[in-house]
Structures are given as C-alpha cells and as structure tokens.
C-alpha cells in the first residue's frame, strides 16, 4: 500500500507497454489508483511466458508527514496460478526537507606557485526541528593543490589534519562534530600549488555529510572554489 499521499499518484502506466522479452511485442495493461485502500492497481489479461515489462507511478508526500520519518512501500502481484500472490521487496523513502547547507571561499582568486592559499568552508544546520550528528566535511583538492599540515581550523581552533578519503592523496575529511538546528561551522585550512599547477584554473571542491537523530544520512554539495595558478612564488628573505 502507499502510504501518507498527497492526492491520488498521477502518471499510471496504462495501455499497451513494450515486452522487453524474448517474445517482443506489446501488453496490455490497466492501472487505476483505488482510493479507500490507498493502492494502485494494475489489471494484466495476459501476461506472456518470459515477458520482462515495467509499471510505475507518481506520487508526492504529504507535507503533515513527520520529519526524518519513513515511508515504506511494497508490490503484490496475483494470477490464476498463484491466487494467493508473492510480495515484492520493501522500498523505503526517508523524509527529510533540506538539513544543510555549505559554501566555500578562497583567499585569492590568482596565486603563484608556492604561494598559500586559504580555503574557507561554512556548513549550517537549515532543518527547522532536526538536530544532526556526525558531521563530516569532504574537501577534494584538485590535482597540482597539496594541504600544508596543521593548518585546519574549526571555529578558529586548531584541530588535527584530515584523514584521507576514497581519493586517498587529494580527498581530505574533516570531521565537524555535531550541528544543532541553527548551528554554523567555519572549517579553514591553506593548501599550496604545486609547479604542475601552473597556468590552471584550480577548482577546489567540496561536501559535508551528517546523520540525522533515526540514523538517515543527508548531504550538501558540492560548494567549489576557483583559483588560478602562474608564475613561481620567491618568498621575501
């Protein structure tokens, strides 16, 4: 059954839809939302031996569901030679309006070789009720752009250099603690070019992930940067 809709679903497949089996063809099929048990139900008169097709709808959420609830949705499917019917698996929609947001600044839009560079990145908690956990921020610094050891800062307090990503020498995480409703952090760290860098638009990415207080996971991003890199830096003696 669906569950928690906003109106009756739109967009049933109905009519004649391609057999995607070996036999080819078309099959022809009726959909009809039922209102009082709140499912949609598809009439099939023949349904060909090895025939592979595809059903769906369109549905919204009604906006009184609670957030970081869950909606759960399964399929049943009934013939002459099964009347009592098989169940498929259950598909599982979390609902959660917008919980984060991030944005990124450089210190610099042009820098020479050798010459720092700062990253600003600030993550906000925009859920109205949600408080989230677990913050992660992910930086993926572009090739040419290396992270100069113990400069990160969280709300301008030193905290210990980023363990790495998937992308193990260019992806940097940054863990950011918790975010309550309202909550703002402000990571900074300084990268430095590299001569390989030399001559490109450099653009510095990144995303934060968090966890929700039911364990659903949200993310923001990716919120960028650009920077472009000439000439060699010759610090002052």
Same mark, same amino acid.
């Given at each position: 059954?669906?569950? $928690?809709?906003?109106?009756?679903?739109?967009?049933?497949?109905?009519?004649?839809?391609?057999?995607?089996?070996?036999?080819?063809? =078309?099959?022809?099929?009726?959909?009809?939302?039922? $209102?009082?048990?709140?499912?949609?139900?598809?009439?099939?008169? $023949?349904?060909?031996?090895?025939?592979?097709?595809?059903?769906?709808?369109?549905?919204?959420?009604?906006?009184?569901?609670?957030?970081?609830? /869950?909606?759960?949705?399964?399929?049943?499917?009934? =013939?002459?030679?099964?009347?009592?019917?098989?169940? =498929?698996?259950?598909?599982? /929609?979390?609902?959660?309006?917008?919980?984060?947001?991030?944005?990124?600044?450089?210190?610099?839009?042009?820098?020479?070789?050798? &010459?720092?560079?700062?990253?600003?990145? &600030?993550?906000?908690?925009? =859920?109205?009720?949600?408080? *989230?956990?677990? /913050?992660? /921020?992910?930086?993926? $610094?572009?090739?040419?752009?290396?992270? *100069?050891?113990?400069?990160?800062?969280?709300?301008?307090?030193?905290?210990?250099?980023?363990?790495?990503?998937?992308?193990?020498?260019?992806?940097?995480?940054?863990?950011?603690?918790?975010?309550?409703?309202?909550?703002?952090?402000?990571?900074?760290?300084?990268?430095?070019?590299?001569?390989?860098?030399?001559?490109? &638009?450099?653009?510095?990415?990144?995303?934060?992930?968090?966890?929700?207080?039911?364990?659903?996971?949200?993310?923001?991003?990716?919120?960028?940067?650009?920077?472009?890199?000439?000439?060699?830096?010759?610090?002052?003696?």
């Amino acid at each position: 059954p669906v569950a $928690l809709l906003l109106g009756p679903p739109s967009a049933i497949t109905s009519g004649l839809i391609p057999n995607r089996g070996p036999t080819g063809g =078309s099959i022809a099929v009726t959909g009809v939302y039922v $209102l009082p048990s709140r499912t949609v139900n598809w009439v099939m008169p $023949l349904i060909p031996a090895g025939a592979r097709f595809e059903l769906s709808f369109t549905t919204q959420i009604s906006p009184l569901t609670p957030e970081d609830s /869950v909606v759960r949705n399964t399929c049943r499917h009934m =013939s002459a030679q099964d009347p009592a019917g098989t169940s =498929s698996n259950e598909v599982l /929609v979390t609902v959660i309006s917008p919980a984060l947001s991030i944005r990124k600044e450089a210190s610099r839009n042009i820098a020479n070789v050798g &010459e720092p560079i700062g990253f600003t990145i &600030e993550v906000a908690n925009i =859920s109205p009720v949600l408080d *989230l956990h677990s /913050v992660t /921020v992910r930086d993926l $610094l572009p090739k040419g752009l290396r992270y *100069l050891e113990g400069s990160a800062r969280l709300d301008g307090k030193a905290v210990p250099d980023p363990s790495p990503g998937a992308r193990k020498n260019r992806e940097l995480l940054f863990p950011a603690g918790d975010l309550l409703v309202g909550d703002v952090h402000h990571l900074a760290f300084v990268a430095i070019p590299d001569p390989s860098a030399e001559g490109d &638009e450099t653009v510095n990415k990144a995303w934060v992930d968090a966890v929700t207080p039911a364990g659903s996971s949200v993310s923001a991003g990716p919120a960028q940067a650009s920077v472009r890199v000439s000439g060699s830096f010759a610090p002052a003696e």
